[in-house]
């Protein structure tokens, strides 16, 4: 299992927020998620088999927000994990699940990630 908190490196990234963004500003606001995911990821070793991502978003303000539009920024950071080379891919073969949650009203905002093989789900 992979675990790791990912201190908010920036603004998060939605989907209601990037709508009309030019695809370089969308790439410039993913870096920084992706870079960080990839750098506290790095080390560990690869998943061979299919996995389960499970990702917590502890946001650092008490605002409404739509869980599913925070895509953005946990798909940099799985692209990440790609980077770092603990994932071969994020593809549905590679990936069976995404769970996605709500953590707590917090400081410092971040992201928990947790990455399992799908077999010790069963």
Not at 56 to 80: E, F, L, N, Y
Request: charged share 25%.
């Amino acid at each position: 299992m992979l675990a790791l908190s990912i201190p908010a490196p920036g603004p998060w990234v939605s989907t209601n927020g990037q709508r009309h963004k030019h695809h370089y500003s969308q790439a410039a606001a993913v870096k920084p998620w992706r870079t960080l995911a990839g750098q506290l990821a790095a080390g560990h070793p690869p998943f061979d088999a299919p996995v389960i991502i499970e990702a917590v978003v502890h946001k650092s303000r008490d605002v409404r927000w739509d869980v599913d539009g925070i895509t953005p920024t946990i798909k940099a950071c799985i692209d990440g994990l790609r980077d770092a080379g603990v994932l071969a891919e994020d593809d549905d073969r590679h990936v069976t699940a995404l769970n996605v949650r709500v953590g707590c009203v917090c400081r410092p905002a971040r992201l928990e990630i947790r990455v399992w093989e799908a077999s010790e789900a069963a």
